[in-house]
C-alpha cells in the first residue's frame, strides 16, 4: 500500500473545503492533479473517501472514519520535517565529546561554554580520560563522537587545531627562589617534584621534558589529577608540570626557557556530522 503524504493533504483540502476547485486553490495545484491524488489514495486504501456531489463533495463515512488519523500523519510529518531541519542544522542534539582529564580543567569549559550560548538547544556528553591511547581507543570503539587532545600519529580521520597548550612549572612551596624569568628545568634537577601516576600521559610529558634537560625527576609523589598536583607542589611536595590553563591566576607560573607545548586538535571518525561541524565553527567564531 502506497500512501503519499500529498495525497493526504488533497484528501484533508477537499474535506476541508467541501469542493475539488477550493482545495486545489489551497494546495496551489490544478483540480486535475488534485483529482488524481484523490483518486490514487482511494486506490491505494480501496475504499472510497469522498462523495462527488454535483457543486460540493463531502467525505463518505470510511472518509469520515479516516480523516482524524490522515490529520495526524500529516502533523507528524511536518514535525518530521522541522526536527530534520534543526538536526541537519546542529541546532539541536547531543554531542559525545572525549577528552583528557587536564583539558577538562582547562581549555575545554570555555570551548563548550561558547558552543552552548550559541546553540542552547544542543547538549554534550563528556567521558575524559587520563591518557591519549585511552581517548584514541574509546573514539575508535564509537564510544563517542569526537575526541579533543592531541592528535595521534598516523591519524586519517577528520582533524582541526584547535590551540597550542603551553606547560609551565608551579615550583614547591618550600622553594624560595623568585625567578624573575623563564626556567632551566636542569637547574631543578635535585629538586623533588609531584609527579604523575603511570597511567597519566601527562607524567610520560614530564618525563620527556626532564630527559631533555639531562636528568629523571625524583618523584616525591604521583597523582592522577592535573589540578591536585598543583596543590601538593604549593604545600611543598616538589615542582610540578602543568598546563598553563589550569594554573589559578592567583598562582605563580613559570615558562621555561625551552617550551613544553602541545598541540591541542578536534578530531573525528568518517563524515562531518552537524554537530561537529556547529562546535567547529563555534571554536572559529570564538578564534581559538
Known sequence: MDVTERQL????????????TRAAARLFVSQPTLSRQLVALEQALGVALVERLPRSTRPTTAGRTLLDTARAVVAAHDDLVRTARTVTSGAVGELRVGTLY??????LPAILADWRSQHPRVQAELHEFRHQEELVAGLLAGAF????????????????????????????????????????????????????????????????????????????????????????????????LVPRNIVPPQVAAHALREPVRRDISVYWRGATDPLIRSLLASVTTSGR
Open 9 to 20: 493533504r488533497a484528501f484533508i483540502a477537499v474535506c476541508d473545503e467541501g469542493s475539488i
Open 102 to 107: 587536564s583539558l577538562s580543567l582547562g581549555i
Open 145 to 240: 563522537d569526537l575526541a579533543i587532545g592531541p592528535v595521534p600519529e598516523g591519524w586519517t580521520g577528520g582533524r582541526s587545531r584547535l590551540v597550542e597548550e603551553e606547560f609551565v612549572v608551579v615550583l614547591s612551596g618550600a622553594d624560595r627562589r623568585t625567578p624573575d624569568g623563564p626556567l632551566d628545568l636542569a637547574d631543578l634537577r635535585d629538586d623533588d617534584w609531584v609527579h604523575f601516576t603511570p597511567d597519566n600521559g601527562l607524567g610520560e610529558l614530564l618525563d620527556a621534558a626532564c630527559a631533555r634537560a639531562g636528568f629523571i625527576p625524583r618523584a616525591a609523589l604521583r597523582t592522577e589529577q592535573a589540578r591536585a598536583a598543583v596543590e601538593y607542589a604549593l604545600h611543598g611536595l616538589g615542582h610540578t
